[in-house]
């Protein structure tokens, strides 16, 4: 099967191997991701003044082109996720910014194109399970913390899951022969671009998603969102340095872990990118 | 005590107006507060902002706590008065932004940082917090 894809900004600088991992582990599943032909940068935030339109073009004409291509448009950078989800439902629900939005872009966009995010492609998946069973199984008993951060779930009305209580990573690690702890933290935000203007917050946030998450046995975290990969990643890194006796715990992204059990060959994945070594880890694995 | 003059009918017509959101419907629970992720850097509780806007203090918009929000959207999803906090927060960003005052320059982006983060934190923190 072929669907329309947008990889986003990030995934084509620092995030590389989200994307590389997200178009190998999906092929595996016999879906292949086909980009765009252009696209430019979502935005990365949604505004979330009533009155910024400019805020929402890009994700409106990215929208309007993939409604050219398809009837469904995948990505899987949470950011971009949050942004074309929300600005889809705006162009579906709100006429008024519907009429700006398509007379500044000389289009007819009405919100038709269905966004839908690489979780839910594996969630609906047929070939998961029987694609897991061609794997290795190395990936057996690992203990694994999904962490979902905000902008997968929030604001409710674009969530992938049920916005307190979700299931679909767990779900997915399941099938994979891992195990999902259970923490609390794991909607939690990481602190998000704070890291910018406040480090100080983010700092903290690690600490506490980390301790949560350690608390609870996790060998290895896993997110779709290289903002929450970067924070957790640099800071753990961090504290390392400065105090021997931190444990850090590596943080993949979940298509890498998804690719490994499906067998993509490790030179796809990009493990070697993350500055908490998740390979000593995963040695079991034909790294 | 606080009092209210023209202004304050100002201001609150304006957070109305770009949030979307009525502020007099919030009962000061505090659920916002006790949720939020930035609340220890905070100079005023989400609770207080919101407070502030219903009576039109312009201390609303010159708190840290609008600046030090992540937009994590806790607040706006916990809200039992089913009210957006983040929008308010937001409209009193955007107030600010318009008339040029901002809270990250470029320039005091740490050198050691801007090579390093995703572009999307870049994308994102100057569109939240520059103008
Ligand atoms: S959670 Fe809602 S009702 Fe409660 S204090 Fe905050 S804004 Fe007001
Ligand atoms: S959106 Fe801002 S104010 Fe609301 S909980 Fe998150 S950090 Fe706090």
């Not at chain 1, 298509?255 to 990118?273: H, I, K, S």
């Not at chain 2, 770009?18 to 100079?43: K, V, W, Y």
Request: with cysteine; glycine share 8%.
């Amino acid at each position: 099967m072929e669907m329309p894809y947008f990889p986003g900004c990030t995934l084509y600088r620092k995030a590389e191997n989200l994307d590389a991992s997200t178009r190998s582990s999906l092929a595996a599943l016999g879906v292949k991701l086909i980009e765009l032909p252009r696209w430019t940068c979502c935005g990365a935030v949604v505004p979330l003044a009533r009155d910024n339109y400019m805020g929402m073009v890009a994700a409106a004409r990215i929208l309007a082109d993939a409604a050219k291509m398809g009837k469904t448009l995948a990505t899987v950078c949470s950011f971009c996720y949050n942004v074309l989800k929300q600005v889809n439902y705006v162009m579906q629900r709100d006429p008024e910014a519907r009429q700006k939005l398509n007379n500044y872009l000389e289009e007819g966009y009405r919100g038709e194109v269905r966004v839908i995010h690489a979780l839910e492609i594996c969630r609906q998946n047929p070939s998961l399970r029987a694609a897991k069973d061609r794997g290795s199984g190395y990936l057996r008993g690992l203990k694994v913390a999904c962490y979902y951060g905000c902008t997968l779930l929030r604001p409710a009305a674009v969530a992938l899951d049920d916005a307190e209580n979700p299931a679909v990573m767990e779900e997915m690690v399941a099938v994979l022969g891992a195990e999902a702890v259970a923490y609390p933290l794991r909607t939690a935000c990481c602190g998000s671009y704070q890291v910018l203007h406040e480090g100080a917050l983010v700092a903290q946030k690690v600490r506490e998603i980390i301790a949560s998450a350690s608390a609870a046995g996790a060998e290895v975290i896993i997110t779709s969102c290289p903002l929450c990969q970067f924070n957790l990643d640099w800071w753990q890194e961090r504290f390392s340095r400065e105090d021997g006796g931190f444990r850090p715990v590596p943080v993949l992204y979940f298509t890498q872990l998804l690719g490994m059990a499906l067998g993509v060959p490790p030179g796809d994945l990009g493990l070697e990118r993350h500055l908490v070594d998740p390979r000593p880890l995963l040695s079991g694995a034909p790294l | 005590m606080f009092l209210r003059s023209k202004g304050s009918e100002e201001l609150i017509g304006r957070v109305k107006e770009i949030s979307g959101q009525d502020p007099h419907l919030c009962m000061q629970c505090g659920t916002c507060g006790g949720n939020c992720t930035a609340r220890e850097f905070m100079d005023f509780l989400p609770r207080q902002v919101v407070r502030m806007v219903q009576l039109g203090d312009a201390r609303a918009l010159r708190c840290r706590s609008i600046w030090i929000c992540s937009t994590c959207l806790l607040c706006t999803v916990r809200c039992p008065r089913g009210i957006d906090v983040a929008r308010m927060m937001e409209a009193l960003r955007v107030i600010n932004l318009r008339r040029g005052r901002e809270a990250l320059p470029v320039a005091k982006i740490p050198a050691g940082l801007l090579g390093q983060v995703p572009q999307m934190a870049l994308v994102g923190g100057l569109r939240k917090l520059s103008a």
